[in-house]
């Protein structure tokens, strides 16, 4: 790399435009920031040698230089918010309306949204965001992020930390704001230093050369947000990962205990009860929306659950011995945390039968006179029943959830969401028994010659409460991430670093300052600093110029 | 209850009426000869009333709060017109360290179209869901409130700018688009004139329709799908369903049906919603043109003539440089870390979340822009007033139209 030393001494790397030490301006590099073709010199990043503007030979240069532009990184964020958009026209395939008359992505979109529900479809926009060019999208502006960061910051840090109070004349005639004076005693010298010292700034004298600067740390503000941003996005990466990320759903039913998915087996869950509460229809506060909506609000869902951890080890197949962890309600808004899983409620459901009370009467009794009652339940049911009156109820089939399919009689699932039994009933003192088909609705009798009837009396439902399962120990990246990015974001942008020159020039001095952003704020400060002096104010030679530039506009 | 009820209802009435009068003076001081630095006795009694009026809001929302026991952000009604004060109070503390009075003149009625708009939405206190039963609540919803209002200040600031600048001597690009936005506001009064408008006339008329999917899915197991279905309309239908039978008697029957590819759910409703605002907008637009006979923009101008069109600059990006990070922690962290607790998950792709992500997209851009590009003056306004367009997307649009889990109208 070759190496720029400075007639101050200071040897620069190349691609500098602004001496790192004294600010001389680099004959050969002022196209870089355009300083040949204006009178004040451009300040941003302290004309400092970025590598992207240095070079630009092989293919790394190129790529560096591409992501290392602004105007790159704005556009790649235009893209991903008109992409973002896209995605919002119809729901995504999980947000797919529980009322759909099918859910399939396939027919929903074009049954609901027509032709461009198709067309969207095809394209694939019902994922987008998991979309492998939407992920290449976001994973772009990442690296934009960090080599803009790059870029920018190393060669920054390494300008602030070498620059000395000593400036090169044309560095301080060529700032923005610039005064010059004749005379000045030490006197007021020193009254100038003590009121910027009273206002915060930090002095560095070398030999009478003064710098007088503060707030560097705002310099580092958008670096430190660009940080957040990337430790967030990595946080996003490491959640696809199994070992960090665990996200699994269990259905309880009232009374039931379980083991819950994803712990490995070792815990286990029991619903004592699910609880849902409706508002108070008499409750005046609410009165008037909820008869406006015609219809009753929910106020909690709520399973008691206990959670027991798995004790022995032991015998495959053998009863675990569980240990009782935790005792508590799970609400909405208010999951249930242990041993760093958290349960929270999110679904229930009141399909499902617990039991069922049959009666058995005589076919041919107009008023279906019990002759017997029994009480199934459900979810295990025994081989046979006997009777108050000697008659025995004999389970032959039992359907949990009933359905018809080709004439063949079936079970779509193994919850009693729609029992059907095949009894064979044994009369008092026979060995003959009578075939009949019972369920919600239908009572069959297959050979059509049966002394004696069943019919359902009474039957008891449960909730099924549904409950995610979550273990997310990515939690805290994104909230390092996130509180990173607001700092940053505060620390650059309320914030401003100033620096104000002071430069011995015979009896005289040369006074120049700079600053990143409210430029009237600066001018404040210096205004107080030499208040009963008879240094000269500094001059906004950018205002002088626009000034001169409206005037051979009228002319 | 009922008593502290109708308090807070009135107090809200009180509040739109203070603004409007305060409206009138922010008028009367910028026609005021003197420069915007000297503040003349109108500009005084503006701010006053913008103050009282802010009081007699926050009123309003005490009261409310304390009958329903629960933040008034929960639903349409509530969240909107918490906006709209939001950027009043926005207002008065930009105004105090500016002091441009040009900026009551068009922030107030901003935030009154704002307040007009709320009002459309059922007005009860309703009672809140499980999912919205937390502290976060209003720990979310207020701080995103307060960010979209110090963002609407950047907007009025950014509108000012263009109104001020923008060429209104040749017809451009830029001084239709200037018009368009103006129109665009006025079509936001004519929704809110002629939806309160119907509303107390109580219009109420049921149209019967053909379920167009019915054929298709009677047969499927899960359907719960009828033959016919019923539109309820709150207007008079000027766009009805396909193949239509209005049912209820002495009503106006459709002057057209819906284009047979939209297919939403209420479209022919929603359609006839957005057709009546036009339609009132444009007239309202209309009597405006005959009155002042030049476009709205042209006819603004000359009152901003002694406005400091630096000074609105520097509003425009300040307005930014607070609501920007407030909006991260309230529209992303916050909500972020609330749909972790009620949904177990973050982020979830949902149509608010998007559009809250695409704001903070679209503002972080403005911010690269304006520091790294030096994007400023125009450029700026223009950015300024596509960000307030995207939030106001995010509440009506997205709330109405896309609805998902924040659809607590």
Known sequence: MDKLKCECGHVNPEGTVLCESCGKPVEENQHIDGNDQSKLLNMRYDGTARRSQTYNRSIVDKTWNFFSSVKVGVWLIVIALLASGLGTIYPQEMYIPAEAENRDPAIFYEDWYGLTGKIYYQLGLHNLYSSWWYMILIALIGISLVICSIDRFVPLYRALKNQRPKRHSIFLSRQRLFSETKTVTDKEMNHFITNLKKQRYKIVNENGNILAEKNRFSRWGPYVNHIGLIIVLLAALLRMTPFLFLDDYVWVREGEQKVIPGTHGDYYIENKRFLLELYDENDERFQAAMEKKGEIVHKNYQTDAIIYKVKNEGVVGSEPELEKVIESSIQMNKPLKFDGYTLYQSGYQQNEFSNMTFKVYRTDDENQNSLGEVTIDLTSPEKTYELDNGIRLQVSQYYPDYVLENGEPRSVSKFPRNPAFVFNLFPPDSSEAEISFVGIGKNIDAMGENEYKLGIVDFNMHYVSGLTVRRDYTLPFFIVGAAIFMIGVIQGMYWQHRRIWVNPNGEGIMLAAHTNKNWFGLKKDIEKAIANTNIHMVIDQEEIEKEIEKDKDKA | ?409
Do not use: C
């Open chain 2, 1 to 409: 209850m009922d008593n502290l009820l109708s308090i807070s209802s009135t107090a809200l009435y009180i509040a739109f009426i203070v603004y409007l009068i305060a409206t009138v003076f922010f008028g009367a001081s910028i026609r005021d000869k003197r420069t915007s630095t000297k503040k003349g006795i109108s500009g005084s009694i503006a701010i006053g009333l913008t103050i009282i009026g802010f009081i007699a809001q926050l009123t309003y929302f005490i009261t409310r709060w304390i009958v329903g026991g629960h933040a008034p952000v929960s639903n349409m009604f509530e969240f909107v017109t918490f906006l709209g004060m939001s950027l009043v109070l926005a207002f008065i503390i930009i105004y105090f360290i500016y002091r441009l009075t040009a900026l009551g003149l068009f922030a107030l009625p901003i935030s009154m179209i704002i307040i007009a708009y709320a009002s459309v939405f059922p007005s009860d206190i309703s009672p809140l869901v499980p999912s919205l039963q937390s502290h976060w609540l209003f720990i979310h919803v207020i701080t995103v409130s307060l960010s979209q209002g110090v963002l609407a200040v950047s907007f009025v600031a950014g509108l000012i700018y263009l109104i001020k600048t923008v060429d209104q001597s040749v017809i451009s690009l830029k001084s239709i688009g200037l018009e368009l936005i103006l129109i665009a506001l006025i079509f936001l009064v004519g929704f809110a004139a002629s939806s309160i408008g119907f509303q107390l006339n109580d219009y109420h008329a049921e149209i019967q329709y053909h379920e167009p999917n019915y054929e298709k899915f009677k047969d499927e197991p899960k359907a719960n799908i009828k033959p016919e279905e019923i539109e309820v309309y709150k207007m008079p239908a000027i766009v009805g369903p396909k193949d239509g039978v209005m049912l209820t008697e002495n009503k106006m029957e459709p002057l057209i049906s819906i284009p047979g590819w939209m297919k939403g759910k209420d479209a022919p409703r929603k359609l006839n919603t957005v057709v009546w605002s036009v339609f009132s907008g444009l007239i309202i637009y209309g009597v405006i043109l005959l009155l002042i006979r030049k476009r709205l923009g042209a006819w603004i101008q000359p009152f901003l003539k002694n406005v400091n069109k630096n000074v609105v600059d520097e509003i425009t990006y300040r307005s930014v440089a607070i609501g920007f990070p407030l909006f991260t922690l309230g529209g992303l962290i916050f909500a972020a870390i609330w749909a972790q607790i009620a949904w177990d998950r973050f982020w979830g792709w949902d149509p608010k979340e998007v559009w809250a992500l695409i704001t903070w997209f679209f503002y972080a851009a403005f911010l690269h822009l304006r520091l790294s590009r030096g994007w400023h003056g125009e450029k700026s306004s223009w950015l300024a007033v596509v960000g307030f367009a995207i939030i106001m997307f995010n509440i009506i649009v997205v709330n109405l139209v896309l609805a998902g889990l924040h659809s607590y109208a």
